[in-house]
């Protein structure tokens, strides 16, 4: 089973895909999706849309993990992001991706085992568990790996 990962963003969206098959996970690619701050977002939207559509025809996943929503405090933050993602589901849709939403705590609690662990904690457990050298770079690639990671424990 080939999963796509994503972390959702305007500016930076993050992308990670594995290969998991009889309880391993292997990667198989990861980086991000980069859009100017100063383009309109109509345009930067189109150009997730374009790129994560190349991504998911090259790499051809069957299922996609996407990070839900949590903003707290920057509402137009949470509305581009907002935005970003609803590009993201519906690339999986028109690809018939079986689509999976987590919550960051989810996400955290599946990787590390604690629902609060940080960031560092995370990415560590991103690079032991698919047992690379360094830690995945950007952040955002690891976070979308973790995202990765989560359905393939959900769906053992």
Do not use: H, W
């Amino acid at each position: 089973m080939r999963i796509l990962g994503i972390d959702p963003g305007t500016g930076i969206l993050g992308f990670g895909i594995i290969e998991y098959e009889r309880g391993k996970i292997q990667l198989v690619d990861a980086g991000v999706i980069r859009t100017p701050v100063k383009e309109d977002d109509a345009i930067r939207l189109q150009t997730i849309y374009d790129e994560l559509t190349d991504i998911i025809a090259e790499t051809k996943p069957q299922q996609m993990s996407v990070e839900k929503l949590f903003f707290s405090r920057n509402v137009t933050t949470a509305m581009t992001v907002a935005q970003a993602r609803g590009v993201v589901l519906l690339c999986g849709m028109q690809a018939q991706l079986e689509i999976f939403e987590y919550t960051p705590m989810q996400i955290k609690q599946a990787v590390t085992g604690y629902g609060r662990a940080d960031k560092k904690q995370m990415q560590e457990m991103v690079r032991v568990l698919l047992q690379l050298k360094e830690i995945p770079r950007p952040d955002d690639a690891a976070d979308a790996l973790a995202a990765a990671i989560t359905q393939s424990m959900n769906s053992r």
